[in-house]
């Protein structure tokens, strides 16, 4: 028996590139009839195994390369019609919280509640999430039993899952984000989402004409 694919969207809360690109998804799964496994990753801890630097840093000094990036985003923007989209005045954020507590949530089976309640407190309504006190206002005005997972997040095997995530998506390829594999296939960035379909179109087809 031929085993189903596999399609991850890996994640940081701290990524503007992965909220908009997640936004796709659900037109993607409704099309292919695949559904994503959402796997959090600490996007600092890529960095540093990689030896990468976050857009914001890599684009100082260079000129005109950061206006075309926010034309790009913009473009992006208008083809999938997001309106909900807000820059977040306090980024950077450091998002070990946000990232421990998304490994707590899938735990404790509250994940889409948390990860929704996330990225509206980072990119729809922005606050500075790596406050401890705004964090905890945040998820709870969400309707979040933040304080059971923060305990929860506090306990060694959500920190290994996470480490253990991030360290096997750069043993994998990874070196930034959004980071997204069909099956073996890795693909960078919100505009890879195309081949991304199409790669899942491909490896489920043999599939379905063998059922056939």
């Known amino acids: ?10 994640f940081d809360f701290g990524s503007p590139n992965a909220y908009l690109a997640e936004l796709v998804l659900p037109a993607i799964e409704q099309r292919t009839s695949v559904k994503f496994d959402y796997v959090p990753v600490l996007l600092g801890g890529v960095y540093k195994a990689t030896n990468n630097r976050s857009p914001a840093e890599a684009l100082q000094g260079i000129k005109n390369k950061g206006e075309y990036q926010a034309l790009e985003t913009e473009r992006f923007i208008r083809r999938h019609n997001i309106t909900t989209f807000k820059p977040n005045p306090f980024f950077p954020v450091n998002t070990l919280m946000l990232m421990r507590g998304a490994v707590a949530a899938q735990f404790e089976n509250v994940f889409e509640r948390y990860f929704r ?11 500075k999430m790596d406050d401890p006190e705004v964090f905890r206002r945040a998820f709870a005005s969400s309707g979040i039993d933040i304080d059971r997972l923060i305990a929860r997040a506090a306990q060694d095997d959500v920190k290994k899952k996470l480490i253990d995530n991030t360290t096997d998506a750069v043993a994998r390829g990874e070196f930034g984000s959004p980071t997204f594999f069909v099956g073996n296939e890795m693909f960078f960035g919100k505009d890879q989402l195309r081949d991304v379909e199409e790669s899942i179109v491909a490896q489920t087809r043999p599939a379905l004409s063998k059922t056939a």
């Open 117 to 127: 309640a996330a990225y509206h407190h980072m990119w729809e309504e922005p606050k």
């Open 1 to 10: 028996m031929v085993s189903p694919l596999r399609v991850e969207f890996h």
